[in-house]
Structures are given as C-alpha cells and as structure tokens.
T-cell receptor, first 118, second 117 residues
C-alpha cells in the first residue's frame, strides 16, 4: 500500500521568497514520485517527476524536488516565488510496476494551497 | 504532445437523469485510462482504471452500476453517471497512459464539472 502526506494544507509566501512544499511518502516498493499543479477549475499539470534516476529533479517553472530515501521525502522547492505560482499543489506516488493490475496507479496527497503575497 | 481532452467541460443535469463524459487522448494511444473524482478543496480520488477492450477495475466503495466506464478504443474512454443525484455533483478528471512498458506517466484532462440539481 502506498500513501502520501503533504504537511501544511496552506502555505503563504511573499513574492520573491523561497517556496517549500513538503511531501512524505510511504511505499512498499521503490516509488515513482510526482508533483502536480492545479489551477482553479482545471486539470493537473505535471511539474516534475522522480523515477529512480537522479535524486535532484528539476521541473518546469523553476521548481525542483529532491528525493531523500532515508527521510522518505520529496519536498518541492522554488528559490523565488512569483504571483503566477499561486495554485494547488499535489504530491503523488506510484509504484514502478506494470503488473498484477498495478497500471502505475497514482496515490495523491491532500494538496497544499500556495498563496503568494505581493 | 500528450494532450488529453474531456467533453463537456461542465454540465448541469436534473436528478435522475444520466450524464456521459468523454475522455480522449488526442495525439497518442492510451492503453490505460483512469477516472478521478475531486470534491471542492480536496484531493483526487481514483474511481476506476480502464484498459482498452476490457472491463474497468473499480476502487473500493465506487458503485460500478452507477458509474459506467467504457474504453472502447485506444483514444476514447467514457464515464456515464447513471441516475444522477445531487451528491454526485463533483469535478471529474480523467487521465491517460500511453503504450509501452516504460510509459508510466499519466496525462490529465482538464476536468468536467458536474452539477446535479
């Protein structure tokens, strides 16, 4: 069984400040990990993904995340927040197996709403 | 590339009627499509997984007779909400996964807002 915990349902930062969104996972097999962003009334857009290659993953819009196995974490960061970063962010975990009915199903965290103050 | 569309983007229906939502992969063939439900200010909950040409696999607690899923081709899956009730009002999002053993990534549609009155 897999699970994702996102600490902090709401994070507020000032424009230009560091963004840190926390994600911890639980998985019985080596995981694939994802961060998605959702703007109001829209679907999900992939920011970045970890698939057992480099542990520091760079994504779109200046975001990056580091996979830390010892901490079972995959926190999302951005050095300088922009107003356009205000959105809901979801961390998700998938197993890396395409067998036994897995189909790489995603398990999502509850989401973190990021607000950026001018 | 890897674009997924949904139709309609929003729909309002009366209680007791049925509503069909389409999910299409526009520029790739999708062996697997997933249907999610999202309540306001909440996360996505997987409802079912469908593989082309076979019956959908529903998650625990999802009524298969109420949420009918058809995945008749490699580019189209449909979700039909039968005998809809106000509690079925929600944001429904589909995603699609492409062909190939290494294609683990899901591409998400823009979602369909269903309101049952």
């Amino acid at each position: 069984a897999q699970s994702v915990t996102q600490l902090g349902s709401h994070v507020s930062v000032s424009e230009g400040a560091l963004v840190l969104l926390r994600c911890n996972y639980s998985s019985s097999v080596p995981p694939y990990l994802f961060w998605y962003v959702q703007y109001p009334n829209q679907g999900l857009q992939l920011l970045l993904k970890y698939t057992s290659a480099a542990t520091l993953v760079k994504g779109i819009n200046g975001f990056e995340a580091e996979f830390k196995k010892s901490e079972t974490s995959f926190h999302l960061t951005k050095p300088s927040a922009h107003m356009s970063d205000a959105a809901e962010y979801f961390c998700a975990v998938s197993d890396n197996l395409n067998s036994g009915g897995s189909n790489y199903k995603l398990t999502f965290g509850k989401g973190t709403l990021l607000t950026v103050n001018p | 590339g890897a674009v997924v569309s949904q139709h309609p983007s929003w729909v309002i229906c009366k209680s007791g009627t049925s509503v069909k939502i389409e999910c299409r992969s526009l520029d790739f063939q999708a062996t697997t499509m997933f249907w999610y439900r999202q309540f306001p200010k909440q996360s996505l909950m997987l409802m079912a997984t469908s593989n082309e040409g076979s019956k959908a696999t529903y998650e625990q607690g999802v009524e298969k007779d109420k949420f009918l899923i058809n995945h008749a081709s490699l580019t189209l899956s449909t979700l039909t909400v039968t005998s809809a009730h106000p509690e079925d009002s929600s944001f429904y999002i589909c995603s699609a996964r492409g062909l190939g053993s290494g294609t683990y990534e899901q591409y998400f549609g823009p979602g369909t807002r269903l309101t049952v009155t």
